[in-house]
């Protein structure tokens, strides 16, 4: 049956109150027919996107473009504000975002009073790694397939605190759930104050045990921060499932929301602990809003997530986690059988997710990466951390089988004779 205003709206499952600009135009949309191997559906998705039919991306783990309902509310709030900027943002639209921190606590699973908005996930990271309490010889532990801007937030706060840092070094492709925990419990000491852990990694979409490294440190003066940037919109675990204390994550991955919007996460009792970013009052030592204490800045991004959450409801997190799996299996059965070609991660959803890194034997991922631009007008990024050298490929939702098929073609070619040309 057609999704229509009035059936969906209607519906016990629906968890927001949807604005009618979100559902304009997708009316047309037979969500009963959403399965992920049905090209039709999701090409009639594919029109809700500004999609630029001269380039193909597969870095929508890096940032994924918004559909254009989330496009124009984000103008719409804009140009309401800069008929009076101070009056409507201050006194109205500041207010607005109430609604919006309402229903992404309902997102992540925490309390309102424990989410703040913020600009992405990087912001969260460095408060957290820079705001925990902690003395010279304190330690932060981390894995080297954490995003690189926790190494460069740890580093800052080793040479400012002389705390100590331990970065755990893992094999690729990855080793049990099991033994990954084993090996991050085995490096936790009593000097241990912050452990830093991807959900999913960027690298390669590789999922880390939270749950089992918050076990073992309960009860401890130690904080867990989760950096949930690339599990937040694709992975049903909520916050509080995994254990940690602080959460970041931004929101133009998976989530499809304006570029430059996140959220950061604090359980209560360390709200009074953790020294935020940015300077704020004394008086709200014990209050979420300490972590939003940057100064002027636009609402209209933080008000178009809105937009971004209705839409993601919508389409349902289920549906695009098969998608993405389906278009992920697709490709890797076109290029894994070929000679000199490793998968970096895995291909089992329980280990990792969305995301296919691959290493050539001959050709380098920087001199691939950038063939493949050149070429062939296809966008991969490259992965060299943690021992690495190959390239992240991460496509769409409404990336299509062509797309997909072309890709594996010529890294198919890639693998038997090198870059040609």
């Avoid at 996107?49 to 940032?63: C, I, K, R, W, Y």
């Avoid at 975002?97 to 997102?107: E, F, I």
């Avoid at 957290?128 to 190494?151: C, K, N, Q, W």
């Amino acid at each position: 049956m057609p999704i229509t205003r009035r059936n969906f709206l209607a519906g016990a499952a629906s968890a927001f109150a949807f604005r009618n600009e979100t559902l304009r135009g997708m009316d047309a949309i037979e969500w009963s027919e959403g399965s992920a191997q049905n090209e039709d559906f999701w090409l009639r998705l594919r029109g809700q996107f500004n999609v630029d039919p001269n380039l193909t991306v597969f870095n929508h783990a890096g940032l994924s473009p918004s559909p254009r309902v989330v496009l124009d509310a984000m103008a719409r709030e804009a140009k309401r504000a800069n008929a009076d900027p101070s009056y409507v943002i201050w006194r109205k639209q500041d207010h607005e975002l109430d609604g919006v921190r309402k229903d992404l606590a309902t997102l992540v699973g925490c309390g309102n009073d424990e989410l703040a908005l913020t600009m992405n996930a990087t912001y969260g990271l460095q408060t957290a790694i820079m705001g925990v309490p902690m003395s010279a010889g304190d330690e932060i532990l981390a894995t080297d397939h954490e995003y690189s801007r926790t190494f460069t937030a740890i580093d800052q706060r080793v040479r400012r605190d002389k705390v100590v840092s331990v970065i755990l070094e893992l094999k690729s492709p990855p080793e049990s759930r099991e033994k990954v925990a084993a090996q991050i419990i085995d490096k936790i000491t009593p000097k241990t104050r912050l452990i830093v852990l991807s959900q999913m990694t960027f690298l390669t979409g590789w999922k880390m045990p939270i749950k089992e490294v918050a076990a073992a440190v309960a009860g401890r003066d130690v904080a867990i921060l989760v950096d949930g940037a690339h599990g937040i919109g694709l992975l049903s675990e909520k916050f509080p499932d995994m254990g940690g204390h602080l959460y970041t994550a931004c929101l133009h991955k998976w989530m499809m929301c304006p570029i430059g919007t996140g959220v950061f996460v604090v359980k209560s009792p360390w709200i009074q602990k953790t020294w935020p970013l940015h300077p704020a009052d004394e008086t709200l030592d014990g209050d979420i809003t300490k972590f939003s204490q940057v100064g002027t800045r636009p609402a209209a991004p933080l008000l178009a997530i809105k937009e971004g959450l209705e839409f993601h409801n919508i389409l349902g997190l289920d549906r695009k986690a098969a998608r993405l799996e389906h278009l992920r299996n697709r490709l890797a059965s076109r290029v894994l059988g070929e000679p000199g070609v490793v998968n970096l991660g895995s291909l089992d959803t329980r280990v990792c997710q969305a995301i296919l890194t691959l290493q050539f034997d001959k050709a380098n991922c920087a001199a691939l990466a950038g063939w493949l631009l050149s070429k062939h007008k296809i966008h991969v990024t490259t992965m060299m951390r943690a021992g690495m050298d190959g390239i992240r490929i991460s496509p769409n939702v409404f990336t299509t089988h062509e797309e997909v098929d072309r890709l594996g073609s010529i890294l198919a070619s890639v693998a038997r004779t090198g870059i040609e040309g």
